[in-house]
């Protein structure tokens, strides 16, 4: 996992919950992003978490393109749509 945040060029956060130590790493600006697509895009992910990723794409896109002109609820609304039906809410698998 550090080796993936190194080459995110993003922090690694670990998590210790009884037993278990969870990692998570998280991309947080667009250079980090733009180095995450490529990667899924080479390296793809399978079932659910390909659509999550399609979907978080999505969710990118209209912040890159939206977003940036100026925050707006509408935009927060629509991202946040896409997002509530990601990982355990999905109920469309197409």
Known sequence: MSTLAEY?????????????TIFTVRTVNLKSNDILIKYLDSFP??????????DWLKALEIYKKEFVKGRSDDIIKRINIIKDRMRDKRTIFT
């Open 45 to 54: 992910l399978f079932s659910k978490k390909y659509l999550d990723y399609k």
């Open 8 to 20: 995110l060029n993003v922090k690694l956060y670990s998590q210790k919950i009884n037993s278990y």
